[in-house]
């Protein structure tokens, strides 16, 4: 399986910006859908956000949906969470995925490669 690596969590501060990177072995976003799921404590892994591999569909949760921004870059094989607005809810751990073609989105379970994640804190 390809290794998928996150990078780019951190603690900042309700209002701030942060930008998640997933980086991929060459060609991987060209040939899967990707996609970044979040993990709080003591909840179940939840979807986030997701980008087709031909980059011309993307999906979020409606709780992110104007303030979370995914994209990749297929030349870099790297695959992008940009979060604005960030709120002390979207504390978590932040997890790469990668998807096969013809499976649904925005289901955990359609993902079967998944990075080690990234922590992102967000304090009040």
């Known amino acids: 399986q390809a290794q998928l690596v996150e990078s780019g969590g951190g603690l900042v501060q309700a209002g701030d910006s942060l930008r998640l990177s997933c980086s991929a072995p060459?060609?991987?976003?060209?040939?899967?859908?990707m996609g970044w799921f979040r993990q709080a404590p003591g909840k179940e892994r939840e979807f986030v956000a997701s980008?087709?591999?031909?980059?011309?569909?993307?999906y979020g949760m409606d709780s992110v949906k104007g303030r979370f921004t995914i994209s990749k870059d297929d030349r870099k094989s790297r695959v992008y969470l940009q979060m604005n607005g960030l709120k002390p809810e979207d504390t978590a751990i932040y997890f790469c995925?990668?998807?096969?073609?013809?499976?649904?989105?925005?289901?955990?379970?359609?993902?079967?490669?998944w990075g080690q994640g990234t922590q992102v804190t967000v304090s009040s």
């Open positions: 060459a060609r991987t976003t060209m040939w899967y859908n």
């Open positions: 980008i087709s591999r031909t980059g011309s569909r993307t």
């Open positions: 995925a990668a998807a096969q073609p013809g499976t649904p989105m925005t289901e955990r379970a359609s993902y079967d490669n």
